[in-house]
């Protein structure tokens, strides 16, 4: 195995035919047109934090990431496979191993993951890094409803859902998001990704547009791709520069915000945004991946605790947070869902849900609208957790959810710190660019309904002595 410093000549060379992209500001990359591939970075992103002398360096091969290797001046579309191996022989073993994992156990509070660098196989870590914000993945009720639909139904839908592949458990399920969404009808689809895509590429056509939040999900910018409409960004959560861009619009426009973001936690001014997109008449698409069936008193989203369900036009959403399973639906109008069933390609030209899932999702479904104290508790460790890294100094960004960024903002060194967290019994995502703006890597703590105190204190103690070593926190 190479050393981490020696970046090999072709690796260099591929870097510096690259180096640059992604660098426009919100203002300068604001009128690209739909072949743009990910949305803007901020042009104020906090410089990196000062290293301590006595913290742990970061290997050389961090200095590059996968921007280094978008694009080469080669005709060869293979050109860029030979210099990216070469980095990544180096990359892998020095950080990037720890994404894609192996878990042996279900996505619970402890969780076993194989050591992929080690062979070792760590057990009873404590988990922050699953959605199962709510536990029902597991729940024997689920499990029990899953084993059912099995023997009854077999292992997959082998359809269509236009075709072969809808089956009665997926029109209990369409019917019952629909009910507690409070509209007329939904969509079932096999991604949450898929969703976002099928109802912006659905619905929105050359010379529209489509105006997103900066922070907003990749399925919701390769939809506007698809779409083929103007793509237009704004400051994330900047209701101000929302309104300057849609002054600019003409024809056909389309605001598609998230309700919680996925990688801040923070949650979108729903009530300002509604109000200027009626001033221009814009229509409203709401991503609630991460806020479905936690916010509100009834767990309708984020929407519910702003009091603006019906003022929404479009409510996104995913099974595979909050639900423990799989699949996303887009719930509204009547007259939208009959025009996407015809026009949603992702939705159309894919195999339907396995009815095992659906059966647990119907089944998890059921648990959310139960169990109300589900959400309290979620919410009472919430407060808990967030009372331990305040007490800390760490930093958790603007964060307001169950969803806690811990803002490291060093890319070259986040894997090193992730790697101990690892083998000292933690299990958390790191997160760095392009999933995030450069000098903006973190660490993505998801909690959960499920967690005992002790395993959040636990957690904290650890990962808090970890930020400490590296500088991160006082």
Avoid at 255 to 269: I, L
Avoid at 386 to 393: Q, V, Y
């Amino acid at each position: 195995m190479s050393r981490p410093h020696q970046v090999s000549s072709a690796t260099r060379n591929a870097s510096e035919s690259s180096r640059g992209r992604n660098a426009a500001s919100v203002e300068e990359a604001a009128p690209i047109s739909a072949s743009a591939v990910a949305p803007p970075v901020d042009r104020d992103e906090p410089s990196k934090p000062r290293v301590p002398p006595s913290a742990p360096a970061a290997p050389a091969a961090m200095d590059y990431d996968y921007t280094n290797f978008y694009s080469g001046s080669s005709d060869d579309p293979f050109a860029l496979l030979a210099p990216f191996d070469d980095w990544w022989a180096e990359a892998e073993p020095a950080g990037y191993y720890l994404f894609e994992l192996p878990i042996g156990t279900a996505p619970s509070t402890r969780v076993s993951v194989r050591d992929t660098l080690t062979g070792e196989v760590r057990r009873e870590l404590v988990n922050f890094a699953s959605y199962n914000y709510l536990g029902l993945s597991y729940r024997r009720e689920v499990v029990d409803a899953i084993k059912d639909a099995a023997e009854k139904f077999g292992g997959g839908a082998s359809g269509s859902p236009v075709l072969s592949g809808n089956t009665e458990l997926h029109e209990a399920l369409r019917r019952g998001i629909a009910d507690f969404k409070g509209t007329e009808d939904s969509l079932i689809f096999p991604t949450g990704f898929s969703a976002n895509v099928g109802a912006i590429a659905g619905l929105m056509r050359l010379g529209d547009y489509v105006v997103a939040d900066q922070y907003a999900h990749a399925s919701i910018v390769d939809g506007m791709i698809l779409s083929k409409a103007h793509a237009r960004f704004f400051r994330h959560n900047r209701v101000d520069d929302l309104e300057a861009k849609l002054k600019r619009t003409k024809g056909k426009k389309l605001v598609t915000v998230e309700g919680v973001y996925s990688m801040d936690g923070d949650v979108a001014p729903l009530p300002e945004i509604i109000e200027v997109c009626r001033k221009y008449g814009a229509r409203l698409l709401v991503d609630e991946a991460h806020s479905a069936f936690l916010y509100g008193e009834n767990g309708k989203g984020v929407v519910e605790t702003f009091g603006v369900e019906d003022e929404v036009d479009i409510h996104v959403g995913t099974f595979s947070k909050s639900l423990g399973g799989q699949g996303g639906y887009v719930a509204g109008d009547r007259r939208l869902c009959n025009y996407l069933r015809g026009f949603s390609r992702p939705r159309t030209f894919s195999c339907a849900l396995s009815p095992v899932v659906v059966a647990g999702l119907l089944k998890a479904l059921e648990l959310v609208r139960d169990e109300p104290e589900l959400r309290k508790k979620l919410w009472d460790n919430v407060d808990y957790m967030r009372g331990l890294l305040a007490e800390a100094k760490v930093p958790v960004g603007e964060s307001t959810s169950q969803v806690i960024p811990i803002m490291v903002r060093d890319d070259a060194r986040t894997f090193s710190m992730g790697e101990e967290i690892f083998r000292r019994g933690v299990y958390i995502n790191p997160v760095r660019y392009p999933a995030v703006g450069k000098h903006k890597s973190r660490f993505r703590m998801s909690i959960s309904a499920a967690h005992s105190r002790e395993e959040l204190k636990e957690g904290a103690d650890v990962i808090i002595d970890v930020l400490r070593k590296y500088g991160i926190c006082p």
